[in-house]
């Protein structure tokens, strides 16, 4: 069974603080995808990466695919960036099934 | 442009009673899928639909079923509601490569 992990499950940071959120994934999944979910419930799709590395504004997606390991680094950290951070994994094989990490609660501390 | 949209946003159900949630997207996306999201646990997968006419069951179908009316709308049906099913229900479409995911704003279910 593909399975995603991700780490730590709770993070709290003081505002402007460099943030990384870990994800380890198993054999079978072929790309990431990282979404965030609001305090009010609402997804919102982040990056999606199958190589390489991304970047939009102060959110940055890494993917290392040897060691399948993926991170999700925030710099300059925001109160508004608090929310729960998802990785989920896309997986190979022609489906469009994915598997989903249980996430990240990212407080940020003015 | 709307996205993907859910009705309704909350619901309180009792024991047996039956619901439909809806699903409509406005992207033109072929795979459309529902999700139930539980404290502690990842979104796990119910349903999922690949193109208009076909369906699949994901991880949890049982209790479930669903119809995928069109290309825009899928819509899932609780038959006999149960306490296990209370839950928060997240309808998604994607499109085909790289299957990337768009979610609607989910809605909060309470079976009593």
């Known amino acids: 069974k593909n399975e995603v992990e991700q780490s730590p499950q709770n993070l709290t940071a003081q505002e402007g603080e460099f943030i990384t959120i870990n994800c380890s994934y198993s054999?079978?999944?072929?790309?990431l995808h990282w979404l965030q979910q609001h305090p009010g419930g609402g997804i919102v799709s982040l990056f999606m990466?199958?190589?390489g590395k991304k970047k939009h504004g102060r959110l940055i997606a890494t993917i290392n695919i040897q060691e399948k390991h993926s991170s999700l680094h925030i710099t300059a950290s925001h109160p508004r960036d608090s929310a729960v951070y998802i990785c989920?994994?896309?997986?190979?094989?022609?489906?469009?099934?994915?598997?989903f990490g249980i996430g990240t609660k990212l407080q940020v501390i003015p | 442009n709307a996205g993907v949209t859910q009705t309704p946003k909350f619901q309180v159900l009792k024991t047996g009673q039956s619901m439909t949630l809806q699903c409509a997207q406005d992207m033109n996306h072929n795979s459309m899928y529902w999700y139930r999201q539980d404290p502690g646990m990842g979104l796990r997968l119910i349903y999922y639909s690949a193109s208009e006419g076909t369906t699949d069951k994901g991880e949890v179908p049982n209790g479930y079923n669903v119809s995928r009316l069109n290309k825009r709308e899928f819509s899932l049906r609780l038959e006999s509601a149960a306490p296990s099913q209370t839950s928060v229900y997240f309808c998604?479409?994607?499109?085909?490569?790289?299957?990337?995911?768009?979610f609607g704003p989910g809605t909060r279910l309470t079976v009593t």
């Open positions: 990466l199958s190589s």
């Open positions: 998604a479409s994607s499109d085909d490569s790289p299957y990337e995911q768009y």
């Open positions: 054999v079978g999944i072929s790309a």
């Open positions: 989920a994994g896309m997986n190979s094989g022609g489906y469009q099934k994915v598997t």
